[in-house]
């Protein structure tokens, strides 16, 4: 009942708004000419002669890949790196250009996992490829 009764409000509204586009003007009988509707405002259009604006333009700033960081953000440098953690003891190598880095660990299941590390201070912060979370505590020398 309640999408019938829908159906049949926006089939009128249809018909509504079709009828109102499709309107002719109308003619005076007498003269024949054309009738204007005045019921609706008209808008008037102001024109004002501008002051000219300068317009300086403003460099691109283009932002450098991930590949340049890295390639720019120092010697590439090897760790090895072990914990002991809520899967048991893992250990590996990283290698780290800047803070950040890739490696390859292994853990007592001899699964061998690659991980993205990142340095916070004397630690290294490490995911692997299923989402598991590892911290690396640096060795002071």
Known sequence: MKTQTLFIVALALGTLVGCRQHQEPATDAASGATV???????AEVILEEADPVEVTPTPIQRKESKKAVQQTSGKAETIYVETEGAQGRVWGHVTMRGDRGTGTIHDWDENTLTVSVTRHGNELFAVDQNSRQYVFKLKQK
């Open 36 to 42: 204007i509707d005045t019921t609706l405002p008209q």
